[in-house]
Every structure is written in C-alpha cells, then in structure tokens.
T-cell receptor
C-alpha cells in the first residue's frame, strides 16, 4: 500500500517556541492531506484539510494562526504549531489520499510535548 | 458532528475468542472504514465497506453495515494476543464530501490475553 512518512516521531519543545511537523507521501502524489489531533485514550479529531498550492481548510474551533499548514508540493505538507503551550501537547497524525480513492493512508504520528 | 459512538469502549477477551465492536454514526455516508492503532502509533487501515454493501470479509475480519440504523460492526474471529490495539471506525460525510476526509468514532480498546 501507499506509504506516508511523518517526521519527527517525537518532539519536546519549550513553551513559546514553534514546532514544525512534516508529512510526506513517499510513493504517490497527494493533492490532499489531512491533519488530525489525538488526546490520550481519545479519538482522532480532524483539524484541517491541506490542499496542494492553496490555503488549508480548517475545522471549526481550530485556530489557523496557531496551527499553520503549508502544502507546498504534491508530496509534502507541514504543520507548524506556533508559540506552543503545554495544552498543545498531543499526538498529531497526518493522512493522505490518492486522487479518486476513498482510502486514506496515515503517517506514524508525532508525539508533541510542550514543557 | 458526524462523529459517532463506539461500544464497548474497552473489551478484554482470551485468545481464541471472537471480538465484536460496534460503531454508530450520524449522517449519510459513502463508505465506512475500520482502522487499528497500536498504542502511540499511527493508524493501519483494515477494511472499507461501501454504503451499498451489507457485509465484507477480510481474513479473520468481518464487517457489517446497516445504513438504516447508521451502524456498523467489526468482528475479529479467533483473536490473538497480537490483535491487542485500539480499533476505530471512520466515516466520510456522504455525497460531495472530500475524498479521504474522515470522522472517527471514539474507538474500542481491545485486549487479548494469551
């Protein structure tokens, strides 16, 4: 199946700093990528839809200035958590879909801890 | 919200037993998918069932879909300790929805004891 690589897998940062998470589709082109957030023992919450070459579409309640999404190429989307706070600590997962297919392929996730 | 409920939230069984998890959703869908997540890891796609299908099999997995009740079930037969994981159902938002954009249930934590 298609492979989605997410980097880093774990990151610890200080409050007030920014952290960038990368999501790459390794063997296919993804016109659309998705970012999810997951709190411990809870479900995945869709944060935003990332479209190559255009602005991301954010779900209601997700701060677009806090979570900057860039989809500069057909194989790479990035999520930047700006001015991170401890409450931003979470598991962030990206997914990508191949055009015309309903199945989404997920990255391995990034565990962000803000101290 | 499209996100539905899954039950049970936790399920603990012995190896060899069958495990059944249920999922409900709220609006019309094009398809429903089941995913598995090992602790602290990404999601692995298990099976997709389309809205015009009622049952689907893949190895030890059997999925049913009842669109009139907006519910689905995942059955894992002859469970193994390696099946221990969280299982999530995910749906799209029906006609016109963005392909790949998914809404997840709360998940069922399955523990299979050797």
């Amino acid at each position: 199946g298609a492979v989605v690589s997410q980097h880093p897998s774990r990151v610890i940062c200080k409050s007030g700093t920014s952290v960038k998470i990368e999501c790459r589709s390794l063997d296919f082109q993804a016109t659309t990528m998705f970012w999810y957030r997951q709190f411990p023992k809870q479900s995945l919450m869709l944060m935003a839809t990332s479209n190559e070459g255009s602005k991301a579409t954010y779900e209601q309640g997700v701060e677009k200035d806090k979570f900057l999404i860039n989809h500069a190429s057909l194989t790479l989307s990035t999520l930047t958590v700006t001015s991170a706070h401890p409450e931003d600590s979470s598991f962030y997962i990206c997914s990508a879909s191949i055009g015309g297919a309903t199945e989404a392929f997920f990255g391995q996730g990034t565990r962000l801890t803000v101290v | 919200s499209q996100q539905g409920e899954e039950d049970p939230q936790a399920l603990s069984i012995q190896e060899g037993e069958n495990a059944t998890m249920n999922c409900s959703y709220k609006t019309s869908i094009n398809n429903l998918q089941w995913y598995r997540q090992n602790s602290g890891r990404g999601l692995v796609h298990l099976i997709l069932i389309r809205s015009n299908e009622r049952e689907k099999h893949s190895g030890r997995l059997r999925v049913t879909l009842d669109t009139s009740k907006k519910s689905s079930s995942l059955l894992i037969t002859a469970s193994r300790a390696a099946d221990t994981a969280s299982y999530f159902c995910a749906t799209d938002a029906g006609r016109g929805s963005t392909l790949g954009r998914l809404y997840f249930g709360r998940g069922t934590q399955l523990t299979v004891w050797p």
